[in-house]
């Protein structure tokens, strides 16, 4: 048996990953229990649990400050080669991730993001699947090059995909916000970040596109817009770790 912590204590989970996935994409800011995943808790409580929630436990471990733990889990859980999964899930934990690391104040891993940029352009080389499209776009912005062209191939076939506009819309915001254009990130991430849930995945996952708003906001000098957009998201503060908000 697995268990998942809750408002009311610790409640017991089906072995099965259905149920458990279920309640995380329910449960409103699973960091207010982050250090349950720090727990001797979660190591007896079964590998096949601690391997489909790697990256929530490197987030966790983010959140809290413990900057080694959250490394030391990426290294040996999330990234490329290391991870237990199928490519869709290394092509988005990992870039979400490193991310949101950077968003966090962490500086840098440029081997990480080369290893992340190879690895994706292999399992996935053309686009189509939006929500890993999302995250092609982190990996070519961070590690540069042709982010534009990438962009606009996803503009051609935003027509013919469900999500329409969105995934192209939030690849240009990405590719702003690594250029140092605040001001164009703030334009496209800002009317875009309703239908962020149109992309699919967990509300971990979207949660990087309001982290690298508010990051926007806060280099631009725009403070108070970066607080109410804190306060807009009461239910996920805890989860949003941005360097400088206060």
Not at 43 to 69: M, P
Not at 96 to 116: D, K, T
Not at 153 to 173: C, N
Not at 211 to 220: D, E, K, P, Q, W
Request: glycine content about 8%; hydrophobic content about 45%; overall charge positive.
């Amino acid at each position: 048996m697995n268990f998942w912590p809750s408002a009311i204590g610790l409640r017991r989970m089906d072995d099965s990953p259905r149920p458990v996935r279920s309640l995380v994409a329910r449960m409103p800011g699973f960091v207010r229990d982050a250090a349950w995943f720090q727990s001797p808790l979660l190591r007896s409580a079964g590998v096949r649990f601690a391997l489909i929630y790697a990256a929530l436990l490197a987030l966790s471990a983010l959140a809290l400050g413990d900057t080694a733990r959250a490394w030391q889990v990426y290294e040996q859980q999330v990234q490329p080669g290391a991870a237990w999964g199928p490519p869709l899930n290394v092509c988005t934990d990992a870039p979400a991730f490193l991310w949101r690391a950077e968003l966090a104040g962490q500086q840098r891993n440029a081997a990480h993001w080369q290893r992340l940029r190879d690895y994706t352009d292999k399992s996935f080389p053309k686009s189509g699947v939006g929500f890993v499209d999302v995250h092609r776009a982190l990996t070519r912005a961070a590690v540069g090059g042709d982010t534009a062209a990438l962009v606009a191939e996803l503009e051609q076939i935003a027509p013919r995909s469900p999500m329409g506009t969105v995934v192209p819309r939030l690849a240009k915001g990405f590719a702003a916000y690594e250029a140092g254009d605040w001001k164009e990130a703030i334009a496209v991430l800002q009317p875009v970040l309703a239908e962020t849930v149109r992309i699919g995945g967990s509300r971990a996952q979207r949660d990087l596109v309001v982290g690298t708003l508010i990051a926007a906001y806060l280099r631009s000098g725009k403070a108070d817009q970066a607080r109410q957009l804190v306060q807009s998201q009461a239910d996920r503060q805890p989860n949003l770790t941005v360097y400088g908000l206060n």
